[in-house]
Nanobody
Framework: VQLVESGGGLVQPGGSLRLSCVASGFTFSNYGMSWYRQAPGKERELVASISSTGGSTNYADSMKGRFTISRDNARNTVSLQMNSLEPEDTAVYYC?????????WGQGTQVTVSS
C-alpha cells in the first residue's frame, strides 16, 4: 500500500497550492479519502474528507470556502485545492485512506505560507 503526496511548497499569503495524492496497492474506489495536517507542536487535524464515490465532502470550519477536495477514481488520485492561504495553514499535509477500521497514511508534504 502506498499513498504518495505531492504539490507542497512555499507560497506567499493569499496564494494557492494544489496537493495531490496517488494511491496504489488497494482498491482506491472502496475507500473514503481525507487530507489532514499537522503544524509544529500541534495535533494532527482533519482538513477535508471525501466519500468513496466523491458524492460527499466534509471540511473543517476554517477551510470552508478556501479549500476543495476532489478525487479521480480512474486515476487513484485525491487532490486538495487550497486558495487564500494564510500563515496559519503552514503544516505538513497528509493524505489518508479509510474503510471501516482500516487506515492508510502517506508520508506527508510540507506546505509553508510565508512572505
Amino acid at each position: 500500500v502506498q499513498l504518495v503526496e505531492s504539490g507542497g511548497g512555499l507560497v506567499q499569503p493569499g496564494g494557492s497550492l494544489r496537493l495531490s495524492c496517488v494511491a496504489s496497492g488497494f482498491t482506491f474506489s472502496n475507500y473514503g479519502m481525507s487530507w489532514y495536517r499537522q503544524a509544529p507542536g500541534k495535533e494532527r487535524e482533519l482538513v477535508a474528507s471525501i466519500s468513496s464515490t466523491g458524492g460527499s465532502t466534509n471540511y473543517a470550519d476554517s477551510m470552508k470556502g478556501r479549500f476543495t477536495i476532489s478525487r479521480d477514481n480512474a486515476r487513484n488520485t485525491v487532490s486538495l485545492q487550497m486558495n487564500s492561504l494564510e500563515p496559519e495553514d503552514t503544516a505538513v499535509y497528509y493524505c489518508g485512506a479509510r474503510r471501516a477500521n482500516i487506515r492508510y497514511w502517506g508520508q506527508g508534504t510540507q506546505v509553508t505560507v510565508s512572505s
